[in-house]
Each structure stands twice: as structure tokens, then as C-alpha cells.
């Protein structure tokens, strides 16, 4: 017979997460966390296989905090901009976890699609925003939320690292010109060549 759980599954979740919110998640170790949670490693190897799987959930927990934060957005007009704005809160607020969730090395590159698929539910919502407020086909608003993300992200990672210091006044400013240029290029049909990279020249 297994030997019961000291603590649930939430529960080393929760601790973990913290830790790697406080610490980074290099310092989310078996021994580390057991000592967050007051014990020995014993009750993170009876609830999980591995750190591997520790991991893992720490990873989907970090991305239900960032959806927490997107999701105040709903309560704003205009959606899209202050979903711009709580992404930016959260590499303020919670950097370390920004940078496990935007910023961590993956084996081999990724396309956007598939960072798009790991935002949750906020993404599609977003994308219908648009359609919606400015009148536009799934691809330019899909194009347009591409672009504006990507803007977002840097600006993002250099508050995440502490690079770079904005006020939210300067935030809400450099996010409101990035948008409505995007927005104009987009309306007048010139984007697609914009957001092309050229092929090299041979000499």
C-alpha cells in the first residue's frame, strides 16, 4: 500500500510556484522545495514521479496566473490595449515567472502559432475583439495582434530583467503609437509587404 500524501498535489504546486516566483525556477530543486513546504523531499515523490512532472505543473500554474492577470482586461475598453497593459503589469509584478513563461530556452524554435496556442483563452479573445472594434478579417486581425504582441513581449523582457524602467504613462503612450501605426498600415493595405523579411541579396 502507498504511503499516504502529507501533501496534496495543489499544495506542492502552490509551493512551487511561489518558489519560482520568489527565486527563479533554476532554484526549484526536490530539495528546495521540500524545505519551502517544511518537510523532507518524501511528499513531493509520493504526490509526483519526478521534478520533471513538478515542472510541468509549475509551468501550467505560471500560465493561469498570467491568464488572471490578462483577464482584468475584460473590465476595461478598449480589450486589447489593456491586455497590453496587465501583460506589461505581470513582467513588472511577477518577472521571474515572466521570464519562465516568455523568456526560457526551448529546444528548437517555436513558429507564433504555437506561442499563440500556449496563451490560453485570452488570445482568441483578443483576436475577436478586433474583428469586432475595427472592423477587420481574421487574417489583418490576427496580423495586427501578431504585431502588437511581439512589440508587447519587448518591452516586457526589458522590465523582466530590469534592462529598462517605463512608467505606465510612458507604457500606455509607446503602446498606444505602436497600435494605431499598425492599425493605419494594416487599413491601408500595405502591411503584408511590411511584415515580409526580404531575401538576401547575392553579390
Not at 524545505?35 to 509526483?48: C, V
Not at 509551468?59 to 490595449?81: L, N
Not at 498606444?176 to 538576401?200: Q, Y
Request: negative net charge; hydrophobic residues 45%.
Amino acid at each position: 500500500m502507498p504511503p499516504k500524501a502529507k501533501f496534496t498535489r495543489e499544495e506542492i504546486i502552490e509551493a512551487a510556484l511561489t518558489l519560482a516566483a520568489d527565486k527563479g525556477i533554476s532554484a526549484l530543486t526536490a530539495r528546495e522545495l521540500g524545505a519551502a513546504l517544511g518537510s523532507s523531499t518524501r511528499p513531493i515523490f509520493t504526490a509526483f514521479q519526478n521534478m520533471e512532472e513538478v515542472l510541468t505543473e509549475v509551468r501550467k500554474a505560471a500560465v493561469a496566473r498570467f491568464s488572471e492577470y490578462a483577464k482584468k482586461a475584460e473590465e476595461f475598453t478598449p480589450v486589447f490595449k489593456q491586455v497590453g497593459l496587465q501583460m506589461i503589469m505581470f513582467a513588472y509584478e511577477q518577472p521571474k515567472l515572466y521570464r519562465l513563461l516568455f523568456m526560457s530556452e526551448k529546444p528548437e524554435a517555436q513558429t507564433f502559432d504555437d506561442v499563440y496556442n500556449n496563451l490560453g483563452e485570452i488570445a482568441p479573445l483578443c483576436v475577436q475583439v478586433i474583428q469586432r472594434d475595427y472592423d477587420m478579417s481574421y487574417d489583418n486581425a490576427m496580423l495586427l495582434f501578431r504585431q502588437i504582441w511581439i512589440y508587447t513581449y519587448g518591452v516586457g523582457a526589458l522590465i523582466a530583467t530590469g534592462m529598462c524602467s517605463f512608467s505606465m504613462e510612458e507604457i500606455q503612450d509607446m503602446l498606444s503609437r505602436e497600435f494605431v501605426a499598425m492599425l493605419m498600415l494594416i487599413k491601408s493595405g500595405r502591411a503584408e509587404n511590411c511584415t515580409t523579411i526580404p531575401e538576401k541579396k547575392h553579390e
